[in-house]
Structure formats: structure tokens, C-alpha cells
DNA sequence: AGAACATATGAATCCGTGTTCATATGAAAT
DNA sequence: ATTTCATATGAACACGGATTCATATGTTCT
């Protein structure tokens, strides 16, 4: 498929594992091991979800001796996390938009 | 499947189609067949993603006579827009992520 | 009521993303 | 150099959302 940047960057929000691993960071930067352990999931899933991520700068890297630091892109993530948090309060029947299906 | 709100939101971004949806609202309200004919695509296609968008409240409706008139609900997003050009514009080299793959 | 227009809905299919599992790569320590 | 720990990568598969096509529902007008 033929992807624009838009569809990519919501793509990264648009899942559970992906916004779990949000979640994970908001408090700080992580290993991917910490990661997986604090949502409960294996380490390869979680390594690929964040390449997609931080292909798209929603996370930021940096390694330290074998271990891989992963953090928020926080300009971008932080807002857009209050964007959502604050439209499923006040539009979603304070907690669920109606399933798909 | 079972999306949580969150997920369901994002999703509601994360295609092409619903992307186009939105910007062919940017500037103001329009029937289906409206949109439909801006971006090209079948009506059919269009309704289908409509439903989805509105069920989570990104769109307004308003019947006037045969016709739906839909709208964005631009306190959520206009905000995210801005945020999401922001960022590309500012952390993916002006225009690109990197393509998944 | 019937015709014409506008939109929604259902079901089937397609297609792609996410996951899984196995394995490779890399980094530090012995 | 080899072992161990930490992470990344590749390929195959599965699942679910998006699209498609046909048809139903709804609204207005005559």
C-alpha cells in the first residue's frame, strides 16, 4: 500500500499494544524488557511496534550498554493524549464510543 | 474484536478514506453525495465511514430534507490536525515518515 | 400512492496490519 | 573467543477492518 504520513502517525496510536506501550512511557523512559514486563507481552511483539514508532518519531531511542532506552516524543504525544482523553470524556458517554459492530 | 474507546478513536484517522472524509469538511459542512463527489469515491464507501465517524462523535449530522449534512466537530479536530501537521512537518524530514516496510 | 432522489445497511470478499515463532544481531562480561 | 543478556529481524499466518455490490430505508414531490 501507498501510506501518507498522516494514515502512518494515527496508525501508531490506532492499537492496543501501541497505546499500551504509550501508556508504559508516560511516567518515564524504558528498556524494551521493562516494557513487555510492565504490559504483560512478549518482547518481539513489543520490538516491533516500537521500530513503527519511533520510525515515525513518536518515540525516541537511545541505547545504554546492552539495553535500548525508549521514551516519549512528549511535544507531540502528551497533547495528543489530552486531545483524546478529553473527547471520549466529554463526547463518548464517559467511556465508550458505541463498538464497531 | 474489543477496541477500547482510545483505539476506536484513532482508528476513526487511520485510513485514507476518513482522512479525505475530514479534510473535504475542513472548510465547512456537506451533504454525502457532497463529499462523495470532492474525493472521488462511491457513495456507498462513504457512508460506511461516515457511520463510523459520527458513531464516535468526530462528525456532527443534521438532516435537511433528503440530505445529511455532516460537520466536524472541530473542537476535537481541528486540534489534532494542527498537532498531527505539526509533527510531520516538524520530526518526518518535512513530508514523510519513513514507509512501513 | 407512486416516482425520484439521497442515504443507509447487509453480506461477502479483499487486503493489510499485527502477531507469532524462530533466529539473527549486537553488546558487555568472563 | 565464548558465553550471556538484550534487542531486532524475517517469514508465515491469522484476524479484522475496509471496500464492494446489491438492496433496503427514508424523504420529498407530484
Known amino acids: 500500500m501507498k501510506c501518507n504520513?498522516?494514515?502512518?502517525?494515527?496508525?501508531?496510536?490506532?492499537?492496543?499494544?501501541?497505546?499500551?506501550?504509550?501508556?508504559?512511557?508516560?511516567?518515564?523512559?524504558l528498556s524494551v524488557l521493562e516494557i513487555a514486563q510492565k504490559i504483560g507481552e512478549e518482547q518481539s511483539k513489543i520490538s516491533h511496534n516500537l521500530r513503527k514508532m519511533s520510525e515515525c518519531r513518536l518515540l525516541n531511542v537511545e541505547q545504554r550498554g546492552?539495553?535500548?532506552?525508549?521514551?516519549?516524543?512528549?511535544?507531540?504525544?502528551?497533547?495528543?493524549l489530552e486531545l483524546v482523553e478529553k473527547h471520549v470524556k466529554t463526547c463518548c458517554c464517559a467511556g465508550g464510543c458505541s463498538k464497531l459492530k
Chains 1, 2 share one sequence.
Open 66 to 80: 546492552k539495553q535500548r532506552i525508549y521514551s516519549l516524543n512528549r511535544e507531540t504525544v502528551i497533547p495528543m
Open 5 to 29: 504520513a498522516y494514515e502512518i502517525f494515527f496508525m501508531n496510536f490506532a492499537n492496543k499494544t501501541k497505546l499500551d506501550i504509550i501508556y508504559s512511557l508516560r511516567e518515564g523512559p
